[in-house]
């Protein structure tokens, strides 16, 4: 995916039918020609920074003049009032463009804190077609996951995996540097290939000031199992800067293809596990 460049994206963009694109198809009519991208943002757990993760991309495409929409299709772990992971993003980034589709107080997978407080689980086809809705005029529409890729959103099984299959949606994969992720990564990458959801980029979601050796050794390793460089890697703390540091910060931590100009082979070479 390619933000703002006229260059076409891989995978996770497609162009939408629209008005004034002056080119004719074979029939005369308008074709099309508007970019529009939707990114699943998933994890290898909970707590991982997908909720930084989401705001940086949401923050680099924005400061690029793209349209931006965050959607958290259900919220677990927050009371009515209190702020949720779409007014993070909204904080963080400057994006007010946000959609939290369903809320439930009890810190569970969306399944579980539904049926705790006896409320009607979330839909994912209703929230897939809110998605496609929102693809409908925006450039760039972000949907944030509920802790991993497997966790249930209902008594059925639906995951987020297949809110992702379902709109055609590429995933971009939050991991931790430190030991376990490896395994854990793997393990999310591999169900994802087997439900045809594509790889759009695996990021790490907090860099620690004092990488420990299995965090620095990781590096290599998890690009291995992604069979390609790291898409990004974001500061640990960056989620307590103000909107303006934050910007700085994304744009240093996301790969060219998310807009920002992280260069993982001098990532590589500065942290690796020989330069300590
Ligand atoms: N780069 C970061 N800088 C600062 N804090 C971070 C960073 N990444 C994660 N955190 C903190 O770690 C905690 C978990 O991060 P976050 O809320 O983004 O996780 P998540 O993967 O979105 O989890 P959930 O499954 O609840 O949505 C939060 O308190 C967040 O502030
Ligand atoms: C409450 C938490 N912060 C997330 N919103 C939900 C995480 C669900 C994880 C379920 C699991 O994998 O065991
Ligand atoms: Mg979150």
């Known amino acids: 995916m390619t933000l703002g460049r006229s260059t076409a ?40 920074g997908k909720t930084v993760v989401t705001a940086a991309l949401a923050a680099v495409a924005a400061a ?31 994006v007010d463009d946000v959609h939290e589709l369903a809320r439930f107080p009890d810190p569970l997978s969306p399944a579980a804190a539904a049926r705790r407080a006896g409320l009607p689980p979330v839909r994912l086809a209703d929230a897939a077609n809110r ?30 995996a297949d809110l992702a299959h379902e709109v055609g949606a590429a995933a971009v994969v939050v991991t ?19 439900r045809g959801v594509e790889l759009a980029g695996v990021v790490v979601g907090a860099w620690p000031d004092d990488p420990d050796l299995a965090m620095r ?11 390609r460089p790291l898409s990004g890697v974001l500061p640990a703390g960056a989620g307590a800067l103000d909107p303006a540091e934050f910007l700085l910060t994304a744009h240093r931590g996301l790969a060219p293809s998310f807009g920002g100009a992280f260069d993982p082979a001098e990532f590589r070479d500065r942290h690796g596990p020989d330069k300590e």
Request: charged share 25%; aromatic share 2%.
């Open 176 to 194: 931790r540097p430190d030991l376990g992720t490896l395994n854990h990564t793997a393990l999310t990458l591999e169900a994802m290939a087997h």
């Open 131 to 160: 998605v496609r809705d929102l693809s409908g005029d925006r450039r760039l529409v972000l949907v944030e996951g509920a802790g991993g890729l497997l966790v249930r959103y209902d008594e059925e099984g639906a995951t987020i």
């Open 9 to 48: 994206p891989p995978g996770s963009a497609w162009f939408r039918r629209g008005r004034g694109c002056g080119r004719r198809g074979r029939a005369g009519a308008a074709l099309v020609c508007r970019l529009v991208s939707v990114l699943v943002v998933t994890g290898t757990c909970t707590g991982v």
């Open 64 to 94: 690029r003049g793209a349209s931006v929409a965050v959607v958290k299709p259900g919220q677990t772990g927050v009371g009515v009032g209190e702020p949720g992971d779409v007014d993070e993003v909204r904080r963080l980034a400057a």
């Open 217 to 227: 050794s990781n590096i290599r390793d998890l690009e291995t199992i992604a069979a």
